[in-house]
């Protein structure tokens, strides 16, 4: 029996050259296999960064610069002065799903042809308790949350994702790491947006369990 052979590793290995920019890291081939840093490092000599393994690396992602709690992986504030090297493909992947977990997965399917995306509508309408009153938004209403939370200075995941006529975001906006459905801090702030139409407009049949 052949060894499993990841058809979105494969994938992406064939997509990277010599260097590859993921979002705010820089993926170098060495003759060692392949070499990590924040882009910001790119011309920064090895022996003036911080050599990392792929755990520290995943703890280094956590605060950024401030100290503060970054809640989204994705956000533009990736800590910088660190160099990370990876032996082989696996340990790549591995690495990268530290700083944006399951980038390659995703990257993968949405290039296979029609993005598997779960539009805001797909998505709210599954929601229940707290999160139910999302759906009362309009299109108009939710489509300006959306492009405030998910503007390049707050994430670079390229949008697939949309409501009404919004459009999707592009690769040169933002990054090839795509954003297949709304995430955590999307609807959250989808939920505050709500309240604040619904104390506009007075009492509602819909409301918050």
Same mark, same amino acid.
């Given at each position: 029996?052949?060894?499993?052979?990841?058809?979105?590793?494969?994938?992406?290995?064939?997509?990277?050259?010599?260097?590859?920019?993921?979002?705010?890291?820089?993926?170098?081939?060495?003759?060692?296999?392949?070499? =990590?840093?924040?882009?910001?490092?790119? !011309? %920064?000599?090895?022996?003036?960064?911080? @050599?990392?393994?792929? &755990?520290?690396? *995943?703890?280094?992602?956590?605060?950024?610069?401030?100290?503060?709690?970054?809640?989204?992986?994705?956000?533009?504030?990736?800590?910088?002065?660190?160099?990370?090297?990876?032996?082989?493909?696996?340990?790549?992947?591995?690495?990268?799903?530290?700083?944006?977990?399951?980038?390659?997965?995703?990257?993968?399917?949405?290039?296979?042809?029609?993005?598997?995306?779960?539009?805001?509508?797909?998505?709210?309408?599954?929601?229940?308790?707290?999160?139910?009153?999302?759906?009362? =938004?309009?299109?108009?209403?939710?489509? !300006? %949350?959306?492009?405030?939370?998910?503007? @390049?200075?707050?994430? &670079?995941?390229? *949008?697939?994702?949309?409501?009404?006529?919004?459009?999707?975001?592009?690769?040169?906006?933002?990054?090839?790491?795509?954003?297949?459905?709304?995430?955590?801090?999307?609807?959250?702030?989808?939920?505050?947006?709500?309240?604040?139409?619904?104390?506009?407009?007075?009492?509602?049949?819909?409301?918050?369990?």
């Amino acid at each position: 029996m052949s060894e499993y052979q990841n058809p979105a590793l494969i994938a992406f290995l064939e997509r990277l050259n010599e260097e590859l920019l993921w979002a705010e890291v820089s993926i170098r081939r060495v003759e060692t296999g392949f070499e =990590l840093r924040h882009a910001a490092d790119r !011309k %920064v000599k090895n022996t003036e960064l911080k @050599a990392v393994t792929s &755990l520290e690396l *995943r703890e280094l992602a956590v605060h950024n610069v401030r100290g503060e709690f970054r809640p989204l992986k994705s956000a533009p504030d990736l800590r910088a002065g660190w160099i990370l090297s990876c032996s082989g493909g696996e340990d790549l992947e591995f690495a990268l799903n530290q700083v944006y977990p399951n980038s390659v997965v995703d990257w993968y399917f949405a290039s296979l042809g029609p993005a598997p995306v779960v539009h805001y509508r797909e998505f709210t309408g599954r929601q229940t308790g707290m999160y139910r009153i999302t759906q009362l =938004l309009t299109d108009e209403q939710a489509g !300006k %949350v959306i492009t405030i939370t998910c503007d @390049a200075k707050n994430c &670079l995941k390229r *949008r697939l994702w949309s409501v009404g006529g919004l459009e999707i975001d592009s690769v040169s906006a933002k990054s090839a790491i795509p954003c297949l459905e709304p995430c955590a801090v999307m609807i959250e702030m989808a939920r505050k947006q709500a309240r604040v139409e619904q104390a506009d407009r007075g009492p509602s049949r819909m409301t918050a369990e």
